[in-house]
């Protein structure tokens, strides 16, 4: 796949336009969008300095079983952050909706269609599991572990964006490891300008963050403009440049838009894999 949708072409996806529903299955609706537009502007040469991944859930997949019953399932995918391409949300949900009037002979082919056509879309392999609704009833909603940081009394300008130069660290002392997070973020759709919410976790290791500087930071994304996987990567690489953290995760839980969540993942270290069970506003 060459690098086809650029900048010029990013207004020109289904997010923000009225678009018909569709009514056979379609799997040319999926909308590649290419990372190196948002890489290019975080100066990424050679080697990416993380790795991880985006892991997307769907509520609302539904297909046909061979005798025409409906079936319904939860999707999780779980695309590489060092895939070429990310999907465009609406043309993922309208992809997903194509399926509701095809018919599959069981799961395993569902499956198997939905990994087919998304890593040729993406330009690489995704990993894709379903669960049905009773699989994900046995589901338990993990406690966040960390500092939540939340109740801090930081004064904010709220006309502020976000600035790499007002995080700070302690480089007195010798090295730390925890793991801080927050429900405050909320950044915006670049197409459309809707508001994106999420909770932000970050677990490092190195000279300790300042914890006022970092919510003030990660609060300032509230009148940002750019994709989630994109406002991670931002987040990621500011923290580790400014506050020099020798091991870094930042790992954000969006809520659902569309009956689609997405979660990016970004790690420089062997952290352990981020939990997928939806928190309380997901």
């Keep these: 796949m060459t690098d086809q949708h650029t900048e010029a072409t990013v207004l020109n996806a289904p997010l ?15 909308y590649p969008i290419s990372r190196s537009i948002n890489r290019k502007l975080l100066n990424f040469s050679g080697t990416l300095p993380f790795m991880g991944a985006d892991i997307w859930n769907a509520y609302e997949l539904s297909w046909l079983g061979p005798r025409g019953k409906p079936e319904v399932a939860i999707a999780q995918f779980q695309i590489p952050a060092n895939s070429p391409f990310i999907i465009e949300s609406k043309s993922f949900k309208l992809y997903l909706n194509s399926l509701n009037y095809a018919q599959f002979n069981d799961l395993l082919d ?28 046995k589901k338990e909603t993990p406690p966040l572990l960390g500092k939540c940081m939340d109740r801090l009394d930081v004064e904010i300008d709220p006309s502020k964006a976000p600035d790499a130069n007002i995080l700070k660290a302690d480089f007195t002392a010798g090295q730390v490891e925890e793991t801080l997070y927050t429900n405050l973020l909320r950044s915006n759709c670049p197409v459309t300008g ?13 000279p300790q963050i300042d914890e006022a500087s970092l919510l003030t930071y990660i609060i300032a994304f509230r009148n940002h403009q ?17 506050c020099q953290a020798t091991e870094l995760s930042v790992y954000a839980r969006y ?22 069970s939806k928190l309380a506003r997901q």
Excluded: M
Excluded at 123 to 136: F, Q
């Design 255 to 276: 809520t659902r838009r569309g009956g689609l969540d997405i979660n990016p993942f970004r790690t420089n270290f062997n952290a352990p894999w981020p939990f997928n």
């Design 226 to 242: 750019e994709f989630h996987e994109h406002c991670v990567e931002k987040i990621f690489c500011d923290v580790k440049d400014k």
């Design 16 to 30: 923000g336009k009225e678009v018909a529903y569709p009514t056979t299955y379609s799997p040319e609706l999926l």
């Design 110 to 137: 569902v499956k198997a269609a939905l990994e087919n056509d998304l890593s040729q879309a993406i330009g690489t392999k995704i990993k894709v599991t379903l669960l049905t609704p009773e699989d994900w009833d």
């Design 194 to 206: 809707q508001p994106d919410w999420g909770t932000l976790i970050i677990q490092y290791k190195g």
